[in-house]
């Protein structure tokens, strides 16, 4: 049974940064992704790795996803943060891909989120 567990959100000033960790456990191969969802509004892509990265263009050069499978941990550096970037933040497990890594209905494995807080 995959199990996802993230952490690192919380409450940071605009043009702060943090880190957000996802530990996995079961299954751990496969593309991966960083979803977030603010209030109010639809879950959202930010970013994903599989054989590459790919980012929204809202985050791009900002975000930075990476992993490291010998600590089956998916990784999400985010700086120069924004308060529209304010959301619950959800990783995720999913089938290898190089397209369509944007797409909710790639990913059968959801954690269960991190809040980050930007304030202006």
């Known amino acids: 049974q995959v199990q996802l567990v993230e952490s690192g959100g919380g409450l940071v000033q605009a043009g702060g940064s943090l880190r957000l960790s996802c530990a996995a456990s079961?299954?751990?191969?496969?593309?991966m992704g960083w979803f977030r969802q603010a209030s109010g509004k639809e879950r959202e892509f930010v970013c994903a790795?599989?054989?590459?990265?790919y980012y929204a263009d809202s985050v791009k050069g900002r975000f930075t996803i990476s992993r490291d499978n010998a600590k089956n941990t998916l990784y999400l550096q985010m700086n120069s943060l924004k308060p529209e970037d304010t959301a619950l933040y959800y990783c995720?497990?999913?089938?290898?891909?190089?397209?369509?890594?944007?797409?909710?209905?790639?990913?059968?494995?959801w954690g269960q989120g991190t809040q980050v807080t930007v304030s202006s």
């Open positions: 995720a497990l999913g089938r290898w891909a190089s397209i369509g890594l944007d797409r909710i209905s790639l990913y059968d494995n």
């Open positions: 079961g299954r751990t191969f496969g593309s």
């Open positions: 790795i599989s054989w590459s990265t």
